[in-house]
């Protein structure tokens, strides 16, 4: 089956099989399987892996379930280069000023408060050097972005548009039932996160769910809007780089 932008089949192609709550319910769980076998079980058998294991878990799937579906997301921005990059500033820039405020003031809650666990963290990063630094950039920057938008706007939001037809109005703002009910999934599979780190307090869970919502409708409204996974992964790099990058560069800036 090859589907267009819009959800609709080409000219010769076969219906699309209708998805169900129970299909959907089932690829999640495939989903989640695969990014808890990727850090759970390639961390250890592997320890060159490292961290990789999780996203590159989640890219096999996701490119598992593309390939099944027989759907090509779009990565080219063609002649709509100018649209994509005006509404990626426009949609990512209030995203990026927000994620940014927050690591300003963990760095300064942390030079205040807890100053043995600013110099456990600038250890650690001194430890890395620069190989270690790049790769966890690539981490940061290139994998975790093309793994989560593969699956999650290239896949899980493109089946959901089609079986959520119709817009949802918010002013000017039109958005596919689909990109909020992608979104809604995007913020929900992350509470895998906790299965390998410590919670934090309920509001603050709430806080994080909330903003990873907002994340996945924004991320599925440039998908939709410029028909290219380019616009998303470039977000959602950016993103990935200052909540992984913020607080040890803001603390060092403000150390000195």
């Known amino acids: 089956m090859k589907m267009d932008h ?58 598992v379930f593309l390939k099944l579906a027989g759907i090509r997301p779009g990565f080219a921005f063609g002649q709509a280069l100018t649209r994509a990059v005006r509404l990626t500033a426009i949609a990512g820039l209030p995203l990026v000023g927000v994620v940014l405020g927050g690591r300003i003031y963990d760095a300064l809650w942390a030079l205040r408060h807890s100053p043995q666990a600013v110099q456990s963290m600038l250890a650690s990063v001194q430890q890395l050097g620069t190989a270690g630094l790049l790769s966890l950039g690539f981490y940061s920057l290139v994998l975790i ?4 938008e593969l699956a999650f706007r290239g896949y899980f939001h493109h089946r959901l548009r089609s079986a959520l037809p119709g817009r949802l109005s918010l002013g000017r703002l039109r958005l596919t039932r689909g990109a909020v009910a992608s979104g809604a999934l995007f ?15 309920l ?16 991320a599925a409204y440039l998908y939709d809007e410029t028909g290219s996974l380019l616009p998303p992964i470039l977000l959602h790099g950016v993103i990935n780089v200052i909540d992984h990058f913020g607080v040890a560069a803001l603390v060092l800036w403000l150390g000195r």
């Not at 509001?203 to 924004?218: D, E, P, S």
């Open 203 to 218: 509001w603050l869970c709430l806080v994080i769910h909330a903003g990873q919502f907002v994340f996945g409708v924004v």
């Open 6 to 63: 819009g959800g609709a089949t080409t000219p010769g192609a076969q219906a699309p099989r209708a998805y169900s709550l129970t299909i959907a319910v089932c690829e999640v769980c495939v989903y989640i399987s695969a990014a808890v076998a990727g850090h759970m079980l390639w961390s250890n058998l592997f320890p060159v892996v490292g961290v990789w294991g999780s996203p590159l878990g989640q890219l096999i799937a996701g490119l």
């Open 145 to 148: 972005a093309v793994a989560e």
């Open 187 to 201: 913020a929900a599979v992350h509470l895998t996160n906790w299965l390998w780190q410590p919670a934090p307090p």
